[in-house]
């Protein structure tokens, strides 16, 4: 009953069975502990009071496995519960009342680590988001060639097997800071999110989101729902590029990718208007990160800080950021989390090279 609680008290931003190993995880850590799963559950009812802290004793090389991810046990349990957006754990701080914060120094001494969501705030932006309009191409653009004439780059060696995985991009939809829907796992190179209601609920290309139903919708999401119409397109490339276009007649989407930012040379927190019928190449580019993973001078830490490049978000309809006075995507009424899941895999062969005594997270 305990464990199902503390499922249903999620912030939505995870799919069931994510979360759901993830409370499994912490409660098997936590069930030798009197009270302190008691303490949990006050601190998830009464989020703004004054709470301990909640701990468990830090892994070899402080992550933890979910299903198929490694992080940071505080940024897992801070996304679950708190910010459905959070990406990595250079967006947190501890509050000053924490007692265990996380450390990602290599403090072997450090036995308990805190992940009571209430113990970290976000990090102030230190500069502020900007608005620009994209490299655009138009309807003219050549169309991308069948997966069948593609031939992997002999150069990037590193993305010549991407397609046989299962599911190159996992697709979360979100209406404000709650998660709707099951997530969607892309097999196919071509990628529609769409907001009809495709009654085929087992195409493999075809994201739907009229079919999601959400008993709490307010009225400002139905509205911006009603423009989606034929939504975004999705391609991945056979060199591992991937390319989005806005396949609407009359709704914007606006796209936020750092990967794509450091490629124009543009600020992290540059927001893209992609207006009707307009697309953007290489929104992930598999060349520039390639580079980034493989940099000889890098280390465990600079390595880790790129998962961030391995998300993109799409807004329908409205921005967020300065130009539109709402700082962060969970304002918008209905919005995307894409994650590109080859890149992490690469993340995580890397870190093992460059620690190969921390390559097994304990449990």
Same mark, same amino acid.
């Not at 912030?11 to 799919?15: K, T, V």
């Not at 208007?273 to 019928?277: A, F």
């Given at each position: 009953v305990l464990r199902s609680k503390i499922v249903n008290w999620k912030?939505?931003?995870?799919?069931n069975e994510h979360s759901q190993r993830a409370v499994d995880f912490l409660i098997k850590k936590l069930k030798n502990s009197?009270?302190?799963?008691?303490s949990l559950a006050k601190v998830l009812l009464n989020p703004y009071l004054p709470s301990?802290?909640?701990t468990i004793p830090p892994s070899v090389d402080k992550r933890i496995q979910i299903v198929y991810r490694k992080e940071f046990p505080h940024v897992v349990y801070c996304r679950l519960w708190r910010f459905a957006d959070l990406q990595n754990y250079h967006e947190l701080i501890p509050s000053s009342q924490c007692r265990y914060p996380f450390s990602s120094g290599n403090n072997r001494s450090q036995k308990h680590v805190c992940i009571?969501?209430?113990h970290y705030d976000r990090v102030p932006s230190q500069v502020l988001p900007s608005i620009i309009e994209p490299r655009i191409n138009n309807e003219n653009t050549p169309p991308t060639p069948p997966l069948s004439m593609c031939s992997p780059d002999p150069y990037s060696p590193q993305f010549s097997n991407h397609h046989t995985l299962s599911s190159w991009c996992t697709i979360n939809y979100y209406e404000y800071s709650s998660k709707v829907g099951d997530q969607f796992r892309a097999s196919s190179s071509q990628i529609f999110v769409d907001g009809y209601t495709?009654? /085929?609920r087992n195409f493999s290309n075809r994201f739907s989101l009229g079919l999601l139903e959400n008993i709490k919708r307010q009225k400002g999401v139905e509205f911006v729902r009603e423009s989606i119409g034929r939504g975004i397109e999705l391609i991945e490339h056979c060199n591992g590029d991937v390319s989005i276009r806005n396949r609407s007649w009359s709704c914007s989407v606006f796209v936020q990718s750092i990967l794509y930012n450091r490629l124009i040379g543009s600020n992290d927190f540059t927001i893209h208007?992609?207006?009707?019928?307009q697309s953007i190449h290489s929104i992930f580019n598999s060349s520039l990160f390639a580079q980034l993973v493989n940099d000889p001078l890098a280390t465990y830490e600079s390595i880790l800080d790129l998962t961030k490049l391995c998300s993109i978000q799409v807004s329908f309809k409205y921005g967020w950021g /300065?130009?539109?006075g709402q700082r962060e995507i969970t304002s918008t009424p209905c919005w995307l989390s894409i994650l590109i899941n080859e890149p992490l895999r690469l993340l995580d062969a890397r870190l093992q090279q460059l620690q190969p005594q921390q390559a097994t997270t304990s449990s």
């Open positions: 912030q939505g931003h995870e799919d009197e009270g302190v799963l008691d301990p802290c909640i009571n969501p209430y495709s009654p /085929y208007h992609l207006p009707r019928r /300065y130009e539109y």
